[in-house]
């Protein structure tokens, strides 16, 4: 997903001479054919993850179109006063692609892990909340940036992921995605989370259930009319993230359910990280099942919320 992302930074400059790469000390090798191509609108920075937010800012004030990629928890906790002075108050259209949202960057333990990047990030004016499901649908995201008039922050999962979306389907920033249909239920998810929903919902449907999964790739601006039409005739809604609970998709769906139907409150129900940071150190999928963000956990939740 990542070199994806990156790869669309380098074909986005070839149709359009303000884009511009920033990046924060990400090793040799990172985009080099663009590096050697446009070596004008290629900048390299050490670890000063503030100063390039700000250097992103007077570039967007010049006219050109910066896409900055270093990790997820740099991006937010080390920069939230340069992203949201420099870049959110001045509405300006620079993208932040953060590497490792979730519990990617496991072995580093809680210091690298973007557990509450999607809270942090939609709570600010202007700003716009990606996470995207695949590699694919990074693709079908950051092709589609280019004329984004405001800032956007783009959450990166590990890459290597399996494809699941589907280019039918199309893509556009705010407009959640049905991937599956369903009647008795549905999942509604974001980034790669979509995958376990997916097959979660194929393991119910061997119980006799049909349950859907709602992909909502963009949190802020939210789809509310899509997704409360997705949901407002199933018996059981279920979201599922890898964020804490505290602010993500599923506090956004109470949310925009409470202002605009609070008869759908009580369907509801959240799986996420706990509001804690990580006690644990090892692999991703480890994370995964110590935080209880596992297809058992989607099922035990999705019968008890139907009633079975």
Same mark, same amino acid.
């Given at each position: 997903m990542r070199k994806t992302a990156l790869d669309c930074v380098h074909k986005l400059a070839k149709q359009d001479g303000r884009v511009v790469f920033i990046g924060s000390d990400l090793g040799p090798g990172v985009l080099e054919k663009m590096k050697v191509e446009f070596p004008e609108r290629f900048f390299m920075e050490g670890v000063s993850e503030q100063y390039i937010v700000g250097m992103a800012a007077g570039f967007a004030m010049e006219g050109f179109i910066p896409y900055v990629n270093t990790i997820a928890t740099f991006l937010t906790r080390r920069c939230y006063e340069q992203v949201a002075v420099d870049?959110?108050?001045?509405? #300006?259209?620079? *993208?932040?692609?953060a590497n490792g949202g979730g519990g990617v960057y496991a072995p580093l333990g809680p210091t690298h892990l973007a557990i509450e990047d999607i809270a942090i990030m939609r709570a600010l004016p202007n700003m716009a909340v990606v996470a995207p499901c695949d590699a694919d649908e990074m693709n079908r995201l950051m092709m589609s940036t280019l004329e984004w008039p405001h800032p956007i922050y783009i959450r990166l999962a590990k890459g290597g992921d399996k494809i699941v979306s589907d280019a039918k389907n199309g893509f556009e920033l705010g407009k959640s995605i049905r991937m599956r249909e369903g009647k008795d239920g549905m999942f509604v998810t974001t980034g790669v989370m979509a995958q376990l929903a997916l097959e979660t919902a194929?393991? #119910?449907?061997? *119980?006799?259930?049909?349950?859907?999964?709602?992909?909502?790739h963009t949190i802020k601006p939210f789809d509310t009319e899509g997704v409360i039409k997705a949901i407002e005739n199933v018996g059981a809604v279920v979201t599922v993230e890898e964020h804490i609970v505290n602010g993500g998709l599923g506090s956004t769906l109470l949310e925009v359910c409470s202002e605009h139907r609070p008869d759908l409150l009580q369907k509801i129900s959240r799986v996420g990280i706990p509001d804690k940071f990580a006690t644990e150190y090892g692999s991703q999928s480890s994370l995964l099942k110590h935080w209880g963000i596992t297809s058992d956990t989607l099922v035990d939740v999705m019968l008890k919320k139907i009633g079975k």
């Open positions: 870049l959110c108050i001045h509405d #300006l259209p620079v *993208r932040l692609i194929e393991a #119910l449907h061997t *119980r006799g259930l049909d349950i859907g999964v709602l992909h909502v």
